[in-house]
């Protein structure tokens, strides 16, 4: 099944979850080495998978905006759960999609301020610029930061229900049928 019913979610949004899961932990893992990074060639050469990965999360989460708008409906919320879980679960979910589309934003003005790209693409040889002189490079590392605590907020709440409610709430993010 392509498309989600009410109790599990289907083959397409599972995988765009899980190719954007790994994307996102590429990219927050290229960014804090960049941003680490004193050698600028080695800066540059983390930028060179950062920023094609956050590109293909990019196109993932606008894919997966209009996949949810347009062709799919979300399963039902797990039976006997308290009210204020699914309120929180909604705020995490869509925090994510507002702090990645933010660091998606806040990168791209980072790299059209700077002029960086054809240093870091180009191989022109010039000096990469400091990316502190530039406004957007503040939101950048707060919501660096802020997307590593949703993400831990996420990945807490899914083992929660796999382990302590066992009721099984991670396979409905799974191919298959399961338990
Ligand atoms: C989901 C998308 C993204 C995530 C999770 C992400 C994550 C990060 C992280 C964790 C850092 C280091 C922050 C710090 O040390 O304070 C960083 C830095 C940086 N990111 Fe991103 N980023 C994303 C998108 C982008 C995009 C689209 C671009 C460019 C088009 C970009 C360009 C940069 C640059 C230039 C730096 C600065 C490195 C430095 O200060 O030396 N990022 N990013």
Do not use: C
């Given at each position: 099944?392509?498309?989600?019913?009410?109790?599990?979610?289907?083959?397409?949004?599972?995988?765009?979850?899980?190719?954007?899961?790994?994307?996102?932990?590429?990219?927050?893992?290229?960014?804090?080495?960049?941003?680490?990074?004193?050698?600028?060639?080695?800066?540059?050469?983390?930028?060179?998978?950062?920023?094609?990965?956050?590109?293909?999360?990019?196109?993932?989460?606008?894919?997966?905006?209009?996949?949810?708008?347009?062709?799919?409906?979300?399963?039902?919320?797990?039976?006997?759960?308290?009210?204020?879980?699914?309120?929180?679960?909604?705020?995490?979910?869509?925090?994510?999609?507002?702090?990645?589309?933010?660091?998606?934003?806040?990168?791209?003005?980072?790299?059209?301020?700077?002029?960086?790209?054809?240093?870091?693409?180009?191989?022109t040889g010039a000096?990469?610029?400091?990316?502190?002189?530039?406004?957007?490079?503040?939101?950048?590392?707060?919501?660096?930061?802020?997307?590593?605590?949703?993400?831990?907020?996420?990945?807490?709440?899914?083992?929660?229900?796999?382990?302590?409610?066992?009721?099984?709430?991670?396979?409905?993010?799974?191919?298959?049928?399961?338990?």
């Amino acid at each position: 099944m392509l498309k989600s019913s009410p109790d599990r979610y289907g083959a397409i949004p599972i995988t765009i979850h899980w190719l954007t899961a790994i994307l996102i932990v590429l990219a927050l893992g290229s960014g804090f080495q960049a941003g680490n990074a004193i050698d600028p060639a080695i800066k540059a050469g983390f930028l060179r998978i950062h920023i094609p990965a956050a590109i293909i999360a990019l196109l993932l989460t606008a894919f997966r905006i209009i996949w949810w708008w347009v062709f799919d409906k979300k399963p039902l919320p797990v039976q006997g759960v308290p009210v204020w879980h699914e309120r929180l679960a909604r705020g995490v979910h869509l925090a994510l999609y507002v702090v990645i589309l933010g660091m998606i934003a806040s990168g791209i003005g980072m790299m059209l301020l700077s002029g960086a790209g054809p240093i870091i693409f180009g191989g022109t040889g010039a000096t990469l610029p400091n990316f502190h002189l530039y406004p957007p490079r503040v939101p950048h590392g707060l919501g660096a930061n802020l997307l590593l605590a949703l993400l831990f907020a996420h990945i807490g709440a899914a083992l929660y229900h796999q382990f302590i409610r066992r009721d099984g709430l991670l396979w409905r993010m799974w191919y298959g049928r399961r338990g």
